[in-house]
């Protein structure tokens, strides 16, 4: 990060003033928007919430369609499980900026805990993509031990959350 900056800033100032002027400028915005609030992101905080819950219910479909392999209710298909798990890999990343500040209220079964305690929170959706990486690494192998052991793993890790941080 530090060295990327220091190349930047090498190759601005090899510029001439107007370039610098705009090129500023196009920072600045660039800055401000990393800057915005989470919820800022979002025109309403119902966007907000039916995003995450999209997403969520989304990443529950895949999710679900490897337990029904898992635990036999469906023949176990390596190619089909892995393409699930890829899903549920990409999308674990999704849910989590729209848990902004000031989206606590309406449709949403979110817990105040998780603006109350939004460390432990993060870490909650960390421990889950961690899980989701080792799952994708067992659904290459294809080997279906190794994908229960992992299931097993990552669905706790969805529990945990939900019974933290999730109303009933
Ligand atoms: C870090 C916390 C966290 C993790 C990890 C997590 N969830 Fe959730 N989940 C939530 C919260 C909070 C809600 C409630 C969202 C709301 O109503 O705004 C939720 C809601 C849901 C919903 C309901 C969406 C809807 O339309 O109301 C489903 C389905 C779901 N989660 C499935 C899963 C599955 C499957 C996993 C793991 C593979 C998982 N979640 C992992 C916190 C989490």
Known sequence: MLIGLSILKAAFNSFGDPMKKSLSLILAAVAAALALPAAAQFA????AIKYRKASLTVIGTHFGRV???VNGRVPFDAKVAAENVDLVADLAKWPWTAFAEGTDKGETRAKPEIWKESGKFKEAADKFQAETLKLQAA???????AIKTAFGATGASCKACHDTFRKD
């Not at 309403?44 to 966007?47: G, L, M, Q, R, T």
């Not at 659904?139 to 031990?145: E, F, I, P, S, V």
């Open 44 to 47: 309403k905080p119902e966007d």
């Open 139 to 145: 659904a290459k192998t294809g080997n279906l031990d």
């Open 67 to 69: 337990g029904a392999m």
